[in-house]
């Protein structure tokens, strides 16, 4: 059980494009989901919390019209990385805590890679 | 503001002995603290967590971790290291009713026949 699963699992686009990554947790109901970046070689950075209806947080620094956060149900949020530049190349973890949850049980999925050239 | 400290970039250990990866928090209030696992290209797997109880924490894959509140450490032990252990290792910390999770710089684990 508590599995969250990530799609696509990596992408390649060009620069100026957009990529949507969604984030779906398959088997429970997450009232809250969160986003995090990982550059190479270094820790995950949290970049927004989502919570299922409302508006996204986001961190300090973290651009929020550039990475759109949509939570639109208790099973999915997407994150869109709008006009990509090779800078936002990166690793994209999403994490899904059940409606259930305790003590902060967050599951992580399994992550997406963008490559922006 | 929660922090985390894994102090080791890397640890080597030869297969079959047993291995320690070390990490130190500080937070106010009592910690949540957990340790997660990250093979390449992949999410993190849950190993163990510590939310109250026994300083003592036996999770996945043999690992078990000890709290030690007056030195706040959360070192992840293993009694003995196999060559598949090897990834890297993350040490989190959140603090009760928080949604965050604060996150150390990772240890590389390598375990070597």
């Known amino acids: 059980g508590a599995v969250v699963s990530q799609h696509p699992s990596w992408v390649i686009c060009k620069s100026g494009t957009s990529v949507k990554i969604e984030c779906r947790s398959l088997?429970?109901?997450?009232?809250?989901m969160f986003w995090y970046r990982q550059f190479p070689k270094q820790s995950l950075m949290l970049m927004a919390t989502?919570?299922?209806?409302?508006?996204?947080?986001?961190e300090q620094g973290v651009e929020k019209d550039k990475f759109l956060i949509n939570h639109a149900s208790l099973t999915l949020s997407t994150l869109t990385v709008t006009s990509a530049h090779p800078e936002d190349s990166s690793f994209y973890i999403c994490?899904?805590?059940?409606?259930?949850?305790?003590?902060?049980?967050?599951?992580f999925g399994p992550g997406t890679r963008l490559t922006v050239l | 503001a929660q922090s985390v400290a894994q102090p080791e970039d890397q640890v080597n250990v030869a297969e079959g002995n047993p291995l320690t990866v070390k990490c130190t928090y500080s937070?106010?209030?009592?910690?949540?603290l957990f340790w997660y696992v990250q093979y390449p290209n992949r999410g993190l797997q849950f190993l163990l967590k510590?939310?109250?109880?026994?300083?003592l924490v036996k999770g996945s894959y043999g690992f078990e971790a000890e709290f030690n509140k007056s030195q706040t450490s959360f070192h992840l032990k293993k009694p003995s290291a196999l060559v598949s252990d090897s990834a890297l290792y993350f040490c989190?910390?959140?603090?009760?009713?928080?949604?965050?999770?604060?996150f150390g710089t990772g240890t590389q684990l390598k375990v070597e026949l």
């Open positions: 994490s899904a805590r059940p409606i259930s949850g305790r003590y902060n049980e967050q599951f």
């Open positions: 937070v106010s209030g009592n910690p949540y």
């Open positions: 989190a910390v959140a603090t009760g009713g928080g949604n965050k999770l604060t």
């Open positions: 088997d429970f109901q997450a009232t809250t």
């Open positions: 510590y939310i109250t109880g026994d300083n």
């Open positions: 989502s919570n299922e209806g409302s508006k996204a947080t986001y």
